[in-house]
Every structure is written in structure tokens, then in C-alpha cells.
């Protein structure tokens, strides 16, 4: 399993890029605000990028059949978070009815 | 203001932090990471979202440097806050500096940004001190736990990573462009999963629609 800590290593120093550059140069000067507005909406792409995929794509195709649990939970863990619900709260809810769907189905 | 302070101020949110280490702790183990390399990769790494998102791609076997692309992209917001802390550490060695820079995290930024501008340098590092404790000691207790249960699909336990991540989006959606950008991005990016291989939509997708948002929505939204 020496892969795994291969990518450990490349996480951490990916990681270690986002953080120090800008910290170690002590910045006088503000961001452009163009950059600022860019890495603000960044996690705000890159997080749907990344869930709704996982809950919608089955094996190379599109799953939107309400008989998928996953969806279920999306839309349960989304509501309660965008309504001020604690984010532990609100993934422990969601994967409680997914657990529910799937003992039913 | 000392580092005491920071301790204080960060200890409403110790607890949370420590369950979300146990969550990640927990879930890495049962994706198949074993012990060390769930506590190594949270105290090299020590960003959540992006060892959450990093789990299953290693799971599923996705390209070494797909995760560690994925991770960068995941990671960019560090930019911001590291540019914004910065000022405050003007006179630290910079050897301390260094070490300093790895612990920059959203809950310590939130906490020295909440009690003065520009941030205190002593409250932000009592901070950090405090979440990077909880986080690394709650992914310790999430090890242990992960390993005592079989079958986690059973319990919907693979479904808390796109949850962490649905749940991290709709907490941050407060303008009607951020809800654009998110719709966008989650559009994009499944049309995307259909036809590239790996999960290069994550980043396509990602990169493309932020950086679209900001060429098109007006400047002073960066706030």
C-alpha cells in the first residue's frame, strides 16, 4: 500500500502550496478582488462538483429514478444544512434515511 | 490578547471538530486506509474537506494525480486566508512561520477574524492549537471505532461523503450567484462524469464554473 502514502505525500505538499506561499510572503497588498471573488467560488464549484456525480451517476449512467436512496439523502442532508441544521446533524439524518431506504428496498 | 484566548474562544467548537476527525477517522479505515495512514495523512494533510474527498477516490482506485489535483483545487480558499493572516506575523521568525503556515484552518481563521481585524497572531495560533488537537485526537477515536464495524454500506455509512460535501455547500449559499455557481458547477460536472474517465470533472468542472462566476459577477461580491 505504498500508493496510498504516495498520494498522502502529493496531498500534503498540494496542500501545504495553498497555505504557505501567500503566508511566508507576509502580503502588504491585498488580493485583486477579481482573485479574491475566483477563490471565494471556487469551494463553491468544486463541492457540487463533486457530491452531486456521486449521488447521481450509477455505473457510467444517470440514476434520477426516485428508487435511488442516494437522492433521498441529498436532497434531506441539503434541506436541513441550508436551513442552519449542524452539519454533523444534518449528514447524520441523511445517512439515516439512506440505511432506511436500502433496508426497505 | 494571549494564546489562552484562542483556546477559549475555540472551545465551542471543539466538540464538533473532534466528531467530524471521529467521522473521517471512522470512514477512512473502513474504505480500506489502515490506521497509520488515516492519522498520517489528517496531521500531513490536516485539511477536512479535502481528506473527505480524497477517501473514496483512493478507494476507487482514481489516478494518484487526479487526488492530489483534486486536493490543490479543494485547498485554493487557503490562499485567501493565509493572505489575510499574514500582516499579523510580521516580526516571527520565519522557521516559525513555516510550521505555523501548515495549521491554517477555516474554524481558527473564523474565530481570530471574529475577535479583531487584522487578526491577533497569539489568539489565531491558541486556535489553531485547540482545532488541530480536537481534529487529529478525534480522527484517533474514529480509527479505533472504524475498525469495530463491518459492512458499512449497510448503514448508509458511504453515503456521508457526498452528505459532508451537500452539507458544506448549503451552508455557504447566501447570494443568488452562489446558488448560479453551485447549480452550475453540479450540472456540469455530471454531464462531465458521463463521458471522461476518472474524475477529472471534479476539477473541470470546478475550475471552469468558479472562474467563469468571477469574469461575470461584479468584483465587490469577493467579500
Known amino acids: 500500500m505504498s500508493r496510498v502514502w504516495l498520494v498522502i505525500g502529493g496531498m500534503a505538499m498540494a496542500t501545504y502550496l495553498t497555505r504557505a506561499p501567500m503566508f511566508l510572503a507576509l502580503a502588504r497588498r491585498p488580493l485583486p478582488p477579481r482573485v479574491r471573488l475566483w477563490l471565494r467560488l471556487v469551494p463553491l464549484a468544486v463541492l457540487p462538483a463533486l457530491a452531486v456525480p456521486l449521488v447521481l451517476v450509477r455505473d457510467g449512467r444517470l440514476a434520477l429514478g426516485w428508487a435511488n436512496p442516494s437522492l433521498w439523502g441529498a436532497i434531506v442532508v441539503f434541506v436541513l444544512a441550508a436551513r442552519g441544521v449542524n452539519l ?5 439524518v441523511a445517512v439515516g434515511v439512506v440505511a432506511l431506504l436500502r433496508a426497505l428496498g | 490578547m ?19 476527525g471521529t467521522v473521517f477517522g471512522g470512514l477512512a479505515v473502513q474504505a480500506g486506509l489502515t490506521a497509520a495512514q488515516t ?18 477516490m483512493l478507494a476507487a482506485g482514481a489516478p494518484a494525480l487526479a487526488i492530489v489535483i483534486t486536493t490543490y483545487v479543494v485547498n485554493m480558499r487557503h490562499y485567501l486566508m493565509a493572505a489575510t493572516l499574514a500582516p499579523s506575523f510580521r516580526g516571527f521568525p ?14 481558527s481563521f473564523a474565530v481570530a477574524v471574529a475577535r479583531s481585524r487584522p487578526p491577533d497572531p497569539w489568539v489565531y495560533l491558541g486556535s489553531a492549537a485547540a482545532i488541530s488537537g480536537s481534529f487529529v485526537g478525534g480522527v484517533g477515536v474514529g480509527v479505533v471505532l472504524g475498525g469495530l464495524v463491518e459492512r458499512p ?30 447549480v452550475g458547477a453540479a450540472v456540469l460536472a455530471t454531464a462531465l462524469a458521463l463521458v471522461l474517465p476518472g474524475n477529472w470533472h471534479i476539477v473541470v468542472a470546478g475550475l471552469v464554473v468558479s472562474a467563469l462566476g468571477a469574469l461575470v459577477l461584479p468584483a465587490e461580491e469577493s467579500a
Open chain 1, 88 to 92: 454533523l446533524a444534518s449528514v447524520a
Open chain 2, 2 to 20: 494571549t494564546f489562552r484566548d484562542g483556546v477559549v474562544a475555540s472551545l465551542a467548537l471543539v466538540p464538533s471538530v473532534f466528531v467530524y
Open chain 2, 39 to 56: 492519522l498520517g495523512m489528517s496531521v500531513l494533510v490536516f485539511a477536512g474537506a479535502s481528506q473527505f474527498v480524497a477517501v473514496p
Open chain 2, 94 to 107: 520565519r522557521r516559525w512561520l513555516a510550521l505555523i503556515a501548515h495549521v491554517i484552518n477555516d474554524e
Open chain 2, 153 to 182: 454500506e449497510r448503514y448508509g455509512l458511504d453515503f456521508a461523503f457526498p452528505a459532508v460535501f451537500l452539507a458544506l455547500v448549503a451552508m455557504q449559499l447566501r447570494r443568488r450567484s452562489d446558488w448560479l455557481v453551485a
